[in-house]
């Protein structure tokens, strides 16, 4: 089975705080993306990427780094928390096929930010 | 605005009863996935229908897909109170390789 860990299932951060969020696989997939998601307004994507070393920005990058020197490890990094950036975030992967497939996700991490 | 647009937003049924969602999308696709996700919990793949693919079945699911009006449809049958969960439809848009666009999902609740 796919396994997504994500580092904390909770964790409170005061404004200006940098927040890393570590998210690790086990299945050898070379995609990996990070998501948050809040009420109303679904999964939006943050960054994602591909290969190590190698990233893309999503739909709502401001504010947020991320980092992939290893295959099975992806961070996110939010360099200078603010209270907009209370969320739960979600961490995927996939195989990268031809066309897009199945993600396996975390159990996710909320965050919150005072 | 969202590629995949779930309707109804919430649905509210009793144990036993079919439960069915819609998922309506703008652009062309490659495919068209449904996740489920329990409450305050990671998301997880329920079934991927192809753009080729007009029906597919997975034990109690039914997917539909209809590319001339750009929608889906998934029937759960003979629903239990473990179904009790919020339901997304995910598009992946053709051109672009790797991504997922997601909607803003359906609550459904199975009254015991």
């Known amino acids: 089975d796919v396994k997504v860990t994500q580092s904390s299932r909770y964790l409170v951060k005061r404004t200006g705080e940098k927040v890393f969020l570590e998210c690790v696989q086990d299945?050898?997939?070379?995609?990996m993306f990070w998501y948050r998601q809040d009420p109303g307004l679904g999964l939006r994507l943050i960054y994602f990427?591909?290969?190590?070393?190698?990233?893309e920005k999503g739909d709502i990058p401001e504010g947020y780094s991320v980092s992939r020197e290893k295959k099975e490890r992806f961070s996110l990094i939010l360099e200078s928390a603010s209270t907009n950036q209370t969320s739960m975030y979600l961490c995927a992967s996939s195989f990268r096929g031809k066309w897009q497939e199945t993600q396996y996700f975390g159990p996710g991490t909320r965050l919150l930010v005072l | 605005s969202q590629q995949g647009e779930e309707d109804p937003q919430a649905l509210s049924i009793q144990e036993g009863e079919n439960a069915t969602m819609n998922c309506s999308y703008k652009t062309s696709i490659n495919n068209l996935q449904w996740y489920r996700q329990n409450s305050g919990r990671g998301l997880v793949h329920l079934i991927l229908i192809r753009s080729n693919e007009r029906e597919k079945h997975s034990g109690r699911l039914r997917v539909t897909l209809d590319t001339s009006k750009k929608s889906s449809s998934l029937l759960i049958t003979a629903s239990r109170a473990a179904d009790t969960a919020s339901y997304f439809c995910a598009t992946a848009p053709r051109g672009a390789t790797n991504k997922l666009i997601f909607g803003t999902g359906t609550l459904l609740a199975v009254q015991p």
């Open positions: 299945m050898d997939h070379e995609n």
């Open positions: 990427s591909y290969d190590v070393k190698m990233k």
